[in-house]
């Protein structure tokens, strides 16, 4: 099990997971490129550190990668002498791109260390003071591993994320899960800042703006967050974005010709395609929904078999052992 964690960046994500990994007992060590965060972070349990060196002279367990992307070939290069003298910590990170994170690190001469981590929480805020452990209040993160994964390195994220986080995780690899960010996340920020740009060069955007209630909020919120981050994280995963949408395009451009037409059949079948997750929605809000079993792990073909208990619609809430987690089922599409 995990007793030390060290976390590189106290922005958001990072500065949340920290928060949180302390109020639960974990130790917590972290660096952050300014220490303007670190006055309050002691007094909340973290013990900061001046440099990486230091953090990793505490001995993690597991070095969480907090940092933005852009400054995590850098951040690797001064990580790998460091690792070299402490072989039994497991590297991870957060990034909402999976690929181009085990990129970077194959290119580091990382790669054995390493178990791609990305937890599906956050807001439209940033930064340190919007830090706050609640933010992984039900989270599930996905973990994503390749075929060179060592299980014991997964064991010790998965471990860290379940038991210390106390939150849920589903096992994938990293096309499975950039293709499946760019469609709950990454097309949807471009489509709300869409949404934004229109009202803005739209002539009566006051009295849009001012008709506004609970369907723009809901379909802006993600849009009010910072325009560079946002930026990045789609830019990242530019190949995906761009085929959801081109997609998404099409689907609009169809609709626009339906309405034209005033074809009521076409446009009857528009709102009804998406009742499968309208079903799916209406069995989760129900209480008694969720199951749980236990699932064996084997050693050979674990990969592919956490992959297919994802596609099942399964989760990972614990471990019973080494091999033997604790699953929950949830209903699925």
Excluded at 50 to 75: F, G, H, Q, R
Excluded at 93 to 107: E, L, T
Excluded at 153 to 170: E, K, L, P, Q, W
Excluded at 287 to 298: C, K
């Amino acid at each position: 099990m995990v007793d030390t964690v060290g976390i590189v960046g106290l922005g958001l994500i990072g500065g949340s997971l920290a928060r949180r990994l302390a109020q639960r007992g974990i130790k917590v060590v972290a660096w952050n490129h300014r220490p303007h965060p670190y006055a309050q972070a002691e007094a909340d349990g973290i013990y900061c550190k001046s440099t990486i060196a230091e953090l990793m002279s505490a001995d993690p367990d597991v070095v969480v990668l907090c940092n933005p992307l852009k400054a995590m070939p850098a951040i690797l290069a001064e990580l790998k002498p460091l690792l070299a003298k402490s072989p039994r910590t497991t590297l991870t990170d957060v990034g909402s791109v999976k690929g181009m994170v085990r990129d970077q690190v194959k290119a580091a001469g990382l790669g054995e260390c390493y178990v791609g981590a990305h937890p599906m929480a956050g807001n439209e805020l940033s930064g340190w003071r919007a830090a706050d452990p609640h933010l992984y209040d039900d989270a599930l993160w996905a973990v994503t591993v390749d075929e060179d994964t060592a299980y014991n390195r997964f064991f010790s994220v998965a471990s860290m994320i379940t038991h210390d986080v106390g939150n849920r995780i589903i096992v994938l690899d990293d096309e499975t899960h950039d293709k499946g960010a760019a469609m709950i996340s990454h097309m949807p920020h471009v489509v709300s800042t869409a949404l934004i740009n229109e009202l803005t060069a739209n002539p009566d955007r006051n009295v849009a703006a001012a008709l506004s209630a609970g369907c723009w909020r809901d379909m802006t919120r993600v849009a009010l967050t910072d325009p560079d981050r946002t930026r990045a994280m789609v830019e990242e995963d530019a190949l995906n974005v761009e085929v959801l949408l081109r997609r998404m395009a099409s689907r609009l451009t169809a609709m626009a010709d339906q309405l034209h037409n005033a074809d009521a059949s076409a446009i009857g079948r528009f709102f009804a395609e998406g009742d499968p997750f309208r079903r799916y929605k209406a069995e989760m809000s129900s209480t008694d929904a969720f199951t749980r079993q236990e699932l064996e792990i084997p050693e050979q073909g674990w990969q592919q078999t956490l992959l297919f208990s994802a596609r099942r619609g399964e989760a990972i809430t614990g471990f019973v052992n080494l091999r033997q987690a604790i699953i929950e089922l949830r209903p699925a599409i």
